[in-house]
């Protein structure tokens, strides 16, 4: 039973002995939250901690530990046997981008479908990324052929207002590279099927100049990182995997031009002597890495630039290899015949790994499947929780607000069934999502994903 009258006595009350108490904080019990299990990760230490407490008051963290004392009148959310931990994050997504188990009925729909249409399902791509406990997901890329949207500013803004509900999103707009290269949206098409070549408006660039023009138009246009794709890749039709496709010159501006408006840059990169030409031009991250040899790592390590690797995008299709054109598939098998090695390399190497997943080739909102993936090839379980919180938060430049369970962050919290650091399998039945202090889910997920996702999600091997 409710008594409005004594309820308003009571805050003013604790409104007076606020003042009364200075700098004493006096939380307002109405919208306190304790969460509360049997272990917790904080995002940066070495180790789980028992019995683990975190105190949530408005959008942010105000006491986080173990066996902490509940405020009067907090709210306690007690999820027993489970594991608290930071908000994950993907640092490699595009959640305008429909999976599709068949690569020509996709290339065949995007043509199809009205952007605004791709819009709106995106809407369902983000709430089955946050329903899977990843808060925050930088996204690199996203293009439509032929057409002028920026629909990745879009589903931001519309998740920063409130309106979708969705991961945190820095995004990258059109990703940047050479004509006829891995971006090029026109490759593969007959030539002149959408009237003109595309230019730096559609991110492609052949120039220093035309490098620094195409960041700047990107930016102006909402871009948060600049995205760019200095080799070949596996998903294009008229190029080799590992071949470098913007000159060292064109990498130098890009980067430059980038770093001076504030703004990161991420470049796709399998082939290794594009990526150490990358890495000279001062990049601060390299996705995928295919081919990068032991010593271009060591490159990596020392100049303190991210690997991303994005294992479940390699393991996916080599799980459907029979769905891709024959010449996508010999290039498929050569990327992760050397993958493996590459990052167990890495591994040893010490080189920053960020945990990131190239969703879309895979469905949306099972991104959590890399961590098996990396375990398996030689990361330790928490290392691979750490890559997805704090070394994330790291290269996405969001340290400062999230990535940790730390006082005074944002309070973007997860819980996992079990232990993970036991069986890390347990980050792919994450059941409570809290973003910003606001609970996302507690139970089962609300995003009702296709017949053939929602059978992959529960095995336990990629794409079987
Ligand atoms: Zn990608």
């Known amino acids: 039973m409710k008594f409005p009258g004594?309820?308003?006595?009571?805050?003013?009350?604790?409104?007076?002995?606020?003042?009364?108490?200075?700098?004493?904080?006096?939380?307002?019990?109405?919208?306190?939250i304790a969460l509360k299990a049997h272990r917790l990760f904080d995002g940066k230490s070495k180790s789980l901690v028992p019995n683990g407490v975190v105190i949530v008051q408005g959008d942010k963290i105000i006491d986080v530990g173990s066996n902490l004392g509940i405020p009067d009148g907090a709210r306690v959310i007690d999820l027993g046997d489970a594991t608290l931990a930071p908000g994950f994050m993907d640092a490699h997504t595009h959640l305008t981008l429909d999976y599709s188990s068949d690569y020509n009925a996709r290339r065949l729909n995007e043509l199809d479908l009205n952007v605004s249409e791709q819009a709106i399902i995106a809407t369902t791509h983000a709430r089955a990324t946050v329903e899977a406990g990843f808060t925050t997901v930088?996204?690199?890329?996203?293009?439509?052929?032929?057409?002028?949207?920026?629909?990745?500013?879009?589903?931001?803004?519309?998740?920063?207002?409130?309106?979708?509900?969705?991961?945190?999103?820095?995004?990258?707009?059109?990703?940047?590279?050479?004509?006829?290269?891995?971006?090029?949206p026109t490759s593969g098409f007959r030539d002149f099927l959408f009237g003109r070549e595309p230019d730096y408006t559609d991110g492609i660039i052949d120039s220093p100049d035309d490098a620094r023009k195409a960041v700047r138009f990107e930016v102006k246009n909402g871009a948060d990182v600049i995205k760019a794709a200095v080799s070949g890749g596996v998903l294009s039709l008229v190029d080799e995997v590992d071949t470098p496709q913007l000159t060292p010159a064109e990498m130098a501006a890009l980067v430059d031009e980038s770093h001076r408006l504030r703004k990161k840059v991420a470049v796709h990169?399998?082939?290794?002597?594009?990526?150490?030409?990358?890495?000279?031009?001062?990049?601060?991250?390299?996705?995928?890495?295919?081919?990068?040899?032991?010593?271009?790592?060591?490159?990596?390590?020392?100049?303190?630039?991210?690997?991303?690797?994005?294992?479940?995008?390699?393991?996916?299709?080599?799980?459907?290899?029979e769905n891709y054109p024959p010449v996508l598939q010999a290039k498929a098998r050569a990327a992760a015949v050397a993958r493996s090695d590459m990052f167990r390399n890495a591994v040893k190497l010490g080189v920053k790994i960020?945990?990131?997943?190239?969703?879309?080739?895979?469905?949306?909102?099972?991104?959590?499947?890399?961590?098996?993936?990396?375990?398996?090839?030689?990361?330790?379980?928490?290392?691979?929780?750490?890559?997805?919180?704090?070394?994330?938060?790291?290269?996405?430049?969001?340290?400062?607000?999230?990535?940790?369970?730390?006082k005074g962050k944002l309070a973007d919290i997860i819980a996992m069934p079990g232990d993970p650091s036991a069986d890390i399998t347990a980050t792919e039945r994450v059941f409570f999502v809290m973003k910003e202090g606001k609970i996302i889910r507690n139970g089962p997920p609300s995003v009702h994903v296709g017949a053939e996702e929602t059978g992959a999600a529960k095995t336990a091997v990629p794409g079987d």
């Not at 030409?277 to 303190?304: C, Q, W, Y």
């Not at 961590?371 to 994330?392: C, H, W, Y």
Request: some cysteine; hydrophobic content about 45%; charged content about 20%.
């Open 354 to 406: 960020s945990f990131g997943t190239d969703a879309a080739v895979f469905p949306h909102g099972q991104n959590a499947r890399e961590f098996k993936l990396m375990v398996d090839l030689g990361m330790q379980p928490i290392e691979a929780l750490r890559s997805a919180t704090a070394n994330d938060a790291e290269l996405l430049g969001v340290a400062q607000k999230t990535g940790t369970l730390e």
């Open 6 to 32: 004594c309820y308003r006595w009571s805050r003013a009350i604790l409104i007076i002995l606020n003042f009364a108490v200075g700098a004493v904080p006096v939380w307002a019990a109405d919208n306190v």
């Open 269 to 321: 990169c399998h082939g290794d002597e594009a990526a150490r030409e990358a890495i000279e031009a001062g990049v601060d991250s390299i996705e995928h890495g295919s081919f990068v040899k032991p010593e271009t790592l060591t490159r990596m390590k020392n100049k303190g630039v991210f690997l991303t690797p994005t294992l479940m995008a390699t393991e996916w299709i080599m799980n459907k290899l």
């Open 138 to 184: 930088r996204d690199l890329g996203s293009r439509f052929v032929g057409s002028r949207e920026f629909v990745d500013v879009a589903l931001r803004n519309s998740i920063n207002k409130g309106v979708v509900v969705g991961p945190r999103m820095l995004v990258a707009t059109k990703g940047i590279g050479a004509t006829g290269g891995h971006f090029d």
